[in-house]
T-cell receptor, first 113, second 119 residues
Framework: GENVEQHPSTLSVQEGDSAVIKCTYSDSASNYFPWYKQELGKRPQLIIDIRSNVGEKKDQRIAVTLNKTAKHFSLHITETQPEDSAVYFCAASKTGGSYIPTFGRGTSLIVHP | GAVVSQHPSRVICKSGTSVKIECRSLDFQATTMFWYRQFPKQSLMLMATSNEGSKATYEQGVEKDKFLINHASLTLSTLTVTSAHPEDSSFYIC???????????????FGPGTRLTVL
């Protein structure tokens, strides 16, 4: 089955700095890679996703890059703000049919004002 | 995005009792829903895949007789924790997705979660 590794487990940055979270996956057939943000005690919420037919996707301060050959993808947050503090999860899955995403272990991002 | 509700949000029960958690897709039909368990500061652990009109598919290590899942309609799935014990205390989250949810066919939308505490 799929195995997703996520690093780092904890990331502490100063407000305004950039933050990068990296994930690797094992199944070359995986073609959908979402990122979720989970605030304490709340539900995970999709913040951005990318499919295997593109290498990069941006949405304001958030971007995701995908390297299919190396089987890794990364989340980039620029100009971080205290409200970006949360746990971020990456996931990998196959599209179509009964997909079951595999989640990374999560990264606790702390943005210091 | 799609809306998934979950009820109750928080429940405290005595050891040995059963607890039912409901997961509803409010504005779309979900043929498949997923149930996760999450321990503090840990990732989402998939427990089972709930299929409308058929038996749930449980992940390895998850006791199907302890965690009963029923997906009676396209908008409702229930998880019943039977004979709950303190070690069952956790955060339980459901999710649903698909193109009918307004997503791209693969996006999952999560419920708000249920905090279960077994005394």
């Amino acid at each position: 089955g799929e195995n997703v590794e996520q690093h780092p487990s904890t990331l502490s940055v100063q407000e305004g700095d950039s933050a990068v979270i990296k994930c690797t996956y094992s199944d070359s057939a995986s073609n959908y890679f979402p990122w979720y943000k989970q605030e304490l005690g709340k539900r995970p919420q999709l913040i951005i996703d990318i499919r295997s037919n593109v290498g990069e996707k941006k949405d304001q301060r958030i971007a995701v890059t995908l390297n299919k050959t190396a089987k890794h993808f990364s989340l980039h947050i620029t100009e971080t703000q205290p409200e970006d503090s949360a746990v971020y999860f990456c996931a990998a899955s196959k599209t179509g049919g009964s997909y079951i995403p595999t989640f990374g272990r999560g990264t606790s991002l702390i943005v210091h004002p | 995005g799609a809306v998934v509700s979950q009820h109750p949000s928080r429940v405290i029960c005595k050891s040995g009792t059963s607890v039912k958690i409901e997961c509803r897709s409010l504005d779309f039909q979900a043929t498949t829903m997923f149930w996760y368990r999450q321990f503090p500061k840990q990732s989402l652990m998939l427990m089972a895949t709930s299929n409308e009109g058929s038996k749930a598919t449980y992940e390895q290590g998850v006791e199907k007789d302890k965690f009963l899942i029923n997906h009676a309609s396209l908008t409702l799935s229930t998880l019943t924790v039977t004979s709950a014990h303190p070690e069952d205390s956790s955060f339980y989250i459901c999710s649903a997705g698909g193109s009918l949810a307004g997503g791209t066919g693969d996006t999952q939308y999560f419920g708000p979660g249920t905090r279960l505490t077994v005394l």
